[in-house]
């Protein structure tokens, strides 16, 4: 079952803008992973940020990680139109071969 | 490295029938797992394989099985399909890098149960 929540449930910007989606997990973490979704079609991994990390970079993705509040957000910075998807935090605990899903949240990157 | 394939990517079944689908991980993955994904439920987790054994289930009813390969390619098998079924199938496979667990997904089949 889900084990984690995330708002806001949908985004709407314009290109250019920053986009700031925020994802919580209930239980202790070893690793925390960001997969996007293009409508209808499979998860595509974009960044893991391990538990002792508080934050991470790649590209103009930025990941941060609060483990004391149990919860990670993803910025994506200078957003474009093809960015529009929806976007779902995983959380993988030390018994590590169980992924929990967010509820995702669907961005649309406006033209 | 070839990416998760997972066959068909649709499929159309009438109620009452059964279905199976198909999973390639990619090369060297020995982790096999299976997500159902509906606009009510989001993502719900079936099952996973590992070295051709069950390794973890989700709380799906006995109409869901799998099985795993010993080329690590799988097959998850509906039974007595119901209209509730219908839903996109995601396909993972995984692999530890530095000790963190990682799992890359297929496109998905897309279930539509008439």
């Known amino acids: 079952s889900q084990q984690g929540e995330e708002d806001p449930q949908a985004l709407s910007i314009q290109e250019g803008e920053n986009a700031t989606m925020n994802c919580s997990y209930k239980?202790?973490?070893?690793?925390l992973q960001w997969y996007r979704q293009n409508s209808g079609r499979g998860l595509v991994h974009l960044i893991l940020?391990?538990?002792?990390?508080r934050e991470k970079h790649s590209g103009r993705l930025r990941v941060t990680l609060d483990t004391s509040k149990k919860s990670s957000s993803l910025l994506i910075t200078a957003s474009r139109a093809a960015d529009t998807a929806s976007y779902f935090c995983?959380?993988?605990?030390?018994?590590?071969?169980?992924?929990?899903f967010g509820s995702g949240t669907k961005l649309n990157v406006k033209p | 490295k070839a990416g998760v394939t997972q066959t068909p990517r649709y499929l159309i079944k009438t109620r009452g029938q059964q279905v199976t689908l198909s999973c390639s991980p990619i090369?060297?993955?020995?982790?096999v797992s299976w997500y159902q994904q509906t606009p009510g439920q989001g993502l719900q987790f079936l099952f996973e394989?590992?070295?051709?054994?069950?390794?973890n289930k989700g709380n799906f009813p006995g109409r869901f099985s799998g099985r795993q390969f010993s080329n690590s390619r799988s097959e998850m098998n509906v039974s007595t399909l119901e209209l509730g079924d219908s839903a996109l199938y995601l396909c993972a496979s995984s692999t530890t890098r530095q000790g963190q667990y990682e799992q890359y997904f297929g496109p998905g089949t897309r279930l539509t149960v008439t």
């Open positions: 239980t202790s973490i070893n690793n």
């Open positions: 995983a959380s993988t605990q030390y018994n590590f071969n169980k992924f929990y």
């Open positions: 090369s060297g993955h020995r982790s």
């Open positions: 394989y590992f070295s051709e054994t069950q390794r």
């Open positions: 940020i391990r538990s002792n990390e």
